[in-house]
């Protein structure tokens, strides 16, 4: 049973940084791809990064290029997101998601099967 667990989320400025972890568990992830979500009120689930765990290939949003990077340490099984030049937003719950496989990095929420409790974001002005 695929477990994750993220944490690290709290209050920061705008233009603070801030970096999040994912712990899994379960399984032995060589064939995964691991990504980040992010859902604010009101709005759908959003892709925001996604690494391929055997080989640190990542790919990131458009929205968050240049200010979040994805990376994985793969001898504590931890999934991180490092988030700096936070802008100001509405509160949004970041999720640390997992799906077999490593062909292509999916973007689509739907893609993957396992997903944490997930840990929340307040960028404050």
């Known amino acids: 049973q695929v477990q994750l667990v993220e944490s690290g989320g709290g209050l920061v400025q705008t233009g603070g940084s801030l970096r999040l972890s994912c712990a899994a568990s379960g399984r032995t992830f060589s064939s995964y791809t691991m990504g980040w979500f992010r859902k604010a009120p009101g709005k759908e689930r959003e892709f925001v990064a996604a690494?391929?765990?055997?080989?640190?290939?990542?790919n990131d949003a458009d929205s968050v290029k240049g200010r979040f990077t994805i990376s994985r340490d793969t001898g504590k099984n931890t999934l991180y997101l490092h988030i700096r030049s936070l802008k100001p937003a509405a509160p949004a719950v970041y999720y640390c998601?997992?799906?077999?496989?490593?062909?292509?990095?999916?973007?689509?929420?739907?893609?993957?099967?396992?997903w944490g409790q997930g840990t929340q974001v307040t960028v404050s002005s």
């Open positions: 998601a997992a799906t077999a496989g490593t062909s292509v990095i999916y973007t689509s929420s739907r893609r993957y099967a396992y």
């Open positions: 690494i391929e765990w055997i080989n640190g290939i990542a």
